[in-house]
């Protein structure tokens, strides 16, 4: 299994709050995760980044220990409860960093299952005989109204509200996380990004690039079209 990643400042914010980070557990395990922060600049910043440590501390501890794919899905929830009381008891004792958080996608691949868990509207993709598949449910106010019937997928694009999420991992003592999982296979490619790329670049142009760019420069060809949106 093969990975990569790249994130970027973007036009419109003077920091990055995204944060990411993946690697491999063996020669058949691999696991990954994104963060985006909220919370002002440093706020975001802080938690997403908090949160990747504290989930890769949790994973590469608990994994030896987690041999069936029941033990996976515990461990990945842990993981997040783990994260979620890090990144909320430091805004409680840091008044500068009172009410960060951050959504998180984090997935953990190994003997032909992907397992993944999320909070927020940060997702993950399976890209398998060139279809771009999405795996996660947006944590959203705009997911929801498209639920209830009150938007169409295509006025959720562009809804102005289209931000408000109703999850977040740190905000509170508890979290809340969907958990999934899928069989994969040799060729599949799995993508977890951040609202940046997907407010930005439409699926159907996600899904051309991972057809026609080499793997490894995927990445940086998804940053320049988010750039050129906007």
């Given amino acids: 299994m093969q990975f990569a990643g790249q994130t970027d400042i973007g036009l419109v914010r003077k920091t990055n709050q995204d944060a990411y ?3 491999a557990l063996s020669e058949n ?9 909220m919370g002002g600049a440093r706020g975001g910043r802080f938690a997403s980044t908090m949160a990747v440590d504290a989930l890769q501390q949790a994973i590469e501890a608990g994994i030896d220990e987690a041999h069936t794919p029941q033990a996976g899905r515990a461990l ?3 993981a997040v409860e783990q994260a979620n009381r890090s990144v909320y008891e430091k805004a409680r004792g840091t008044p500068s960093l009172s009410g960060m958080g951050t959504t998180v996608v984090c997935a953990l691949v190994r003997g032909g299952l992907a397992q993944y868990v999320h909070v927020g509207d940060s997702r993950i993709y399976l890209f398998r005989n060139n279809k771009l598949l999405q795996l996660t449910k947006d944590h959203s106010m705009v997911q929801e109204m498209v639920e209830q019937g009150a938007l ?12 408000l999420i109703t999850r977040a991992l740190g905000v509170g003592r508890d979290v809340e996380a969907d958990f999934g999982e899928k069989e994969v296979s040799p060729r599949d490619i799995l993508l977890l990004c951040t609202d940046g790329l997907t407010n930005m670049v439409a699926d159907d142009d996600i899904a051309q690039v991972l057809r026609e760019v080499p793997f490894f420069d995927a990445t940086s060809i998804l940053v320049d079209r988010a750039l050129q949106a906007g």
Avoid: I, M
């Fill in 76 to 78: 990945l929830e842990s």
């Fill in 29 to 37: 395990a691999v696991w990954a995760v994104v963060c985006d922060g």
């Fill in 21 to 23: 980070n993946a690697g």
């Fill in 152 to 163: 169409t997928e295509e006025e959720a694009q562009n809804h102005p509200r289209k931000n």
